[in-house]
């Protein structure tokens, strides 16, 4: 059975939104650095395929077919991208297959298949969907050490009360925590 993995970029106050017309864009860039490129990599596996909303596979079909010759374009480019779309007929970054009208059925029987993990990235409105239909099996939250105030948030307002545990955590030379947790379920009282 394969898992499913959500990778998010966040602030301290839960804000996930960094590129685009952003009023704070690319608030990312000034923490990358070459070791916590690595790490993040090494968090993500060798072998995975990607999970992701209409929106993040059109920015990340825009980047990473031109990003160069290293191990993560290389596996990025590499991975099968199931997309959540109204438009299928537009998805030309490949290998790629489009997750169907009902997206609940799909990511059920592709999480019953043998296979690498799904890994989400981005995806808001896809994370927060796997969350509320108890899909997930691990969340890692790459935190960044700033406060933004406003902007899109991660979760939406729709997702009931969970439990996560902890299970690893790494820092980065800039600042950057990648934590990981294990997804338990609805949070008991």
């Given at each position: 059975?394969?898992?499913?993995?959500?990778?998010?970029?966040?602030?301290?106050?839960?804000?996930?939104?960094?590129?685009?017309?952003?009023?704070?864009?690319?608030?990312?860039?000034?923490?990358?650095?070459?070791?916590?490129?690595?790490?993040?990599?090494?968090?993500?596996?060798?072998?995975?395929?990607?999970?992701?909303?209409?929106?993040?596979?059109?920015?990340?079909?825009?980047?990473?077919?031109?990003?160069?010759?290293?191990?993560?374009a290389?596996?990025?480019?590499?991975?099968?991208?199931?997309?959540?779309?109204?438009?299928?007929?537009?998805?030309?970054?490949?290998?790629?297959?489009?997750?169907?009208?009902?997206?609940?059925?799909?990511?059920?029987?592709?999480?019953?298949?043998?296979?690498?993990?799904?890994?989400?990235?981005?995806?808001?409105?896809?994370?927060?969907?796997?969350?509320?239909?108890g899909?997930?099996?691990?969340?890692?939250?790459?935190?960044?050490?700033?406060?933004?105030?406003?902007?899109?948030?991660?979760?939406?307002?729709?997702?009931?009360?969970?439990?996560?545990?902890?299970?690893?955590?790494?820092?980065?030379?800039?600042?950057?925590?990648?934590?990981?947790?294990?997804?338990?379920?609805?949070?008991?009282?």
């Amino acid at each position: 059975m394969r898992k499913i993995r959500i990778f998010e970029h966040i602030s301290l106050d839960g804000i996930i939104e960094h590129d685009g017309d952003y009023a704070y864009g690319a608030w990312t860039t000034a923490y990358r650095s070459p070791a916590g490129a690595e790490m993040l990599f090494q968090a993500y596996g060798s072998d995975f395929d990607l999970l992701l909303g209409r929106q993040t596979y059109d920015i990340f079909s825009g980047f990473w077919p031109n990003a160069g010759d290293f191990p993560m374009a290389n596996t990025i480019n590499a991975a099968t991208k199931y997309v959540a779309t109204h438009r299928p007929d537009s998805l030309t970054w490949g290998p790629v297959k489009n997750l169907e009208e009902d997206i609940v059925a799909a990511i059920h029987a592709l999480k019953s298949m043998n296979g690498p993990d799904l890994i989400v990235v981005g995806s808001s409105t896809l994370t927060s969907l796997l969350l509320e239909q108890g899909l997930v099996d691990e969340v890692v939250l790459i935190t960044y050490p700033v406060l933004l105030g406003h902007g899109k948030r991660l979760l939406s307002d729709k997702v009931y009360a969970q439990e996560l545990v902890f299970l690893d955590s790494k820092a980065t030379p800039t600042g950057i925590f990648i934590n990981s947790y294990k997804y338990i379920g609805p949070l008991k009282r």
